[in-house]
């Protein structure tokens, strides 16, 4: 009996901490879905041991969005770093779709207890070796979940771009950049004053593996070494993340022998175009790791939601390289921090859907997003003629604007939420009537839905002032015969070709082909009171819209299916949203929207 106790004291020793270890988590990618690339994160135990995550926001307004989480499980939008135009009055003027705020990293000072976000403002049209493409600048708050708290832009000189501060241990402050590769490809590194954008010398510390476009470094020091991150192959299906490590931050860094750690490219895979990187620990002090990454598979053809925030486990023993596990739609992870929902901040839950009555008294939802800066008089909620509206003003710009690139200071009216499902609903109610009369005032005056890209990538299905003879066919299922109350000659576009009567109308714009335009008038019977415009996911690859009458869901009809590929493309994401407009024309009859919702409805992960 005493040898076989002393044979087994070991197991008994060792039961409590096998009981007391938790087990490996699962969970999702992407953690952020939709439009939030170029993801930078943080855990900051001061702040209630919450994480934070920056992401990029290019021409979007309010930029830079900021999510939150206490368990990295349930992820909320609690503001953006950029939400006044007099923070960076610049953005108003951007030029090209592909412009804005490029890769934001977000960093904690525990000295200062302060919050630092560096980032830069590109104009994408420029020449590449115009040093005034790359507008370099640096945000700071001590009350990240208040917006008003984050400060004016503070500039500072570099060309380049992905500039990422960085404190030494002896107290020294440095920002990391990517110079311009096109120029001359390499990272670079100077010692920076944060609060004045003063800055040393550049020099450059590492030029990568030899990938296309080394960008996106951040530096962390850890065991005595410094560990250079870095991205390369450019953000579509050669991306990938690779490092480097020097005893000296200044350098010569060695490469990982294992580069590239982090990428997806020349596989099968759903999630591509893995790269641009950050590490952070939690509580437990295990490693983890975003980037971002685009659910298209190597065909590369159908993903509207385009670059996403993913999140991998990560090894980092002392004195090693850290070793990143690959993305996987499921993942298997570090145990997580317990559930935990109790953050403050105005957003949703990242996985929320909308059901929005813009009631009296309320702003516009914090996750609604503009086009560069919106005009905000043209935006009022709940105005007093019809309560628990979103009244929309006309912009004389459409949402392709001047050239699709460009807006000009009169700005487009357009608002919208990201789409963050592979399957979803977006609809809307529209409460629209600019009249009927032969005037030439309100003709082309429109109001609609959009699933928006940029100004040259977007699908609309918008209720438009067109003259009878306009259309390019008639409404579905009215075909064959009309209702009782119904204008048959309306339906088959014949009449008098200077009145004007409402029409449906489908348009698109993209770099790859979309349908011909399509106008059916509306049917007589719904023309007077509101309309229900739709845009649901149907597949992975297809939108569906749809019209009908307001309150009437058993009427509502599919005007026509499209393909997405029209807008998958490039940095962003689609936007699902509203818009009122003139076509080009001074236009001033307003459009009423109502129950807006979104409802997620499916996410493919593999």
Partial sequence: MHVITYQWAWLFMALPSIVLAKPNSTYTNPILPGFHPDPSCIFVPDWDNTFFCASSSFNAFPGIPLHASRDLQNWKLIGHVLNRREQLPRLAETNRSTSGIWAPTIRYDENERAFWLVTTLVDDDRPDNDASRW????????????????????????????????WDVDGKTYIVGAHAWRVSPGIMLAEADLETGKLGEWKTIWEGTGGSAPEGPHIYRKDGWYYLLVAEGGTGLNHMVTMARSKSLH???????????????????????????????????????????????????????????????????????????????????????????????????????????????????????????????????????KPNTLRLSPSRLNLTALNGNYAGPGGQTFVGRRQQDTLFTFSVDVDFSPGSGSGPAEAEAEAGVSAFLTQNHHLDLGIVMLPATSGTGVFPGTEAKADADTDIAAFRNVGNASELIPHFRFRGISYVPVPHDMAVPVPPSWRGGPLRLEIRASNVSHYVFSAGPAGAMSRMKTLLEVSNEPVSWGFTGVLLGVYCTGNGRNSTTPAYFSHWRYKPQGQFRD
């Avoid at 832009?153 to 570099?158: G, K, Q, R, Y």
């Avoid at 559930?339 to 008294?361: H, K, L, M, R, Y």
């Fill in 251 to 385: 350098g010569p860094y060695e490469a990982n022998p294992a580069n590239p750690v982090l990428t997806n490219a020349n596989t099968t895979e759903y999630f591509q175009t893995v790269g641009h990187a950050d590490l952070f620990q939690d509580p437990s002090e295990n490693w983890w790791g975003v980037a971002l990454s685009t659910r298209a598979g190597p065909d590369y053809l159908n993903f509207p939601m385009v670059r996403e925030t993913v999140m991998v486990p990560v090894t980092w023993r002392q004195g090693d390289f850290p070793v990143w596990s690959p993305v996987r739609g499921v993942m298997s992870g570090w145990a997580m921090p317990s559930v935990n929902e109790e953050i403050s901040g105005a957003g949703p839950f990242i996985t929320e859907g909308d059901v929005i009555d813009f009631e009296p008294g309320t702003p516009l939802p914090a996750h609604f997003t503009h086009w560069r800066y919106p005009i905000p008089e043209s935006y009022t909620v709940s105005p007093p003629e």
């Fill in 135 to 166: 507008d370099n600048v640096i945000f700071k708050s001590k009350s990240p979940f208040s917006p008003q708290s984050w400060s004016k832009a503070v500039h500072f000189d570099f060309e380049g771009y992905d500039t990422s501060p960085f």
